[in-house]
C-alpha cells in the first residue's frame, strides 16, 4: 500500500535522523541533525500515530521499523528532558532577600541585516542591564547603537560585515578588555574583567564560532575546538566567569555538554526549560542557539528570552546573583577520563584545521 510505503520512508529517515549524530562526525549535515530533535520527536509521534493503522502484528519488518522508530523518539526525549522542569535545576534560585551583588546581561544577535535599532535600543530599556552583547554587528550597528554609550561608557568593539561583528557595551568597569583570534584570523572573541558594585570582579567571555552550514563551515572542528579552548581555561582558573554568545550549535549537542563538563559551568536552563532563541521568524522550526553559562560562584535571579524585534534570533537577558555560599549549594559538571581525552583530541584537530 502506497501509504504505508511513504510512512515506512519517513519512519526510517527519522531513525537515521537520529543515529547518524551519534556517529561524532564533525562534517556539517551531520552535526546539524543535533539541533531538530522536538522536531523529530513531534513528527514521530505522528507517524507512529498513522502507522498503527497499517501495522501487521504477524509482520517481522512492521514490528522492527515500529520499534527502532520508538527508541529513536525515546533517544530524542531523553536528550531534551534536562532542559525541562521535570529534571532538577541545575542553578539554584537566589534569595530574594539577600542582599548579594547582581550581574544583568543582555545577549543578542542582532542579524546584520536588520535595520531596527529602535527596536533594539527599546529592549535595553526594558531589561536595563549591566552588560550588552551583541554580534552579527557591522558598521552600520556601530553607528546606530551609539547612543548606548551615553550610559554604557565602557565599551569593547570589533564590527565587521562577514556576520562575525561583536559589540560589548558595559556600564561596569572593564578590566583588561581583549580581542581574540582563537583559531580563525575572521572570528573575534572578547575577553574582559568588570568590577561589580561590590568590588568584586567577574570574568566575561564571548563567542559566536562558525555555524555548521556549508556556506560557512563545512566541518564543526574548529566551531567546538574555540569554545572547548575556552572552556579549559575557565576550569583552571577557578574565579566568577560567565561565557556567553551564539555558540551556532544547541544546547543538548555531544559538544555543549563536552563543553560544560571541560568548564565546570553550569547552564541556568537546565531544570527550566529550553529557551529557544533562533529562529524568531520560523515557529516550526527552533532551537537554543544563544547561550549563558557559568561558574557555581552565582545563583539566579532571572532569565527570560525576550520579544521578537526584528532579528531571527530572539534576545537572552540573565540576572545572576554572586553569592558566597553557591559553591557549597551546586554541584559543577566534570568530565571523566574518557571525555577528557575527547576535549584533548578535538581541540588538537580544531588547531591543526585552523593551520592548514
Known sequence: MLMKTILVIIALLLIVATVLPLLRIDQWWI?????????ITIAGIVIIALYLFFWDLHRATDNLVLVLLVVALGYQMVKMLPYTALMPRQVMDADSAANEPTL?????????????????LALVRRYDPDVILTVETDQWWEAALRPLEETYVYTLKNPLDTTYGMLVYSRLEMIDPSIRFILKDSIPSMHMQVVLASNDRVYLHFVHPDPPNPRYATETTERDAEVLIIGREVERRDKPTIIAGDFNDVAWSYTTSLFQKASGLLDP??????FNTFNAKNPVFRWPLDHVFHTDHFKLVRIERGPAWGSDHFPMFIELSLDPGAEQDQQEPDTNRVEEEQVDEKIEEGRAQSNE
Open 31 to 39: 552535526r546539524v541533525l543535533d539541533f531538530p530533535r522536538a522536531q
Open 269 to 274: 536552563r537546565i531544570g527550566r526549560g529550553m
Open 104 to 120: 544583568k546581561l543582555l545577549v543578542a544577535n542582532v542579524l546584520m541585516d536588520n535595520r531596527e535599532s529602535d527596536a533594539f
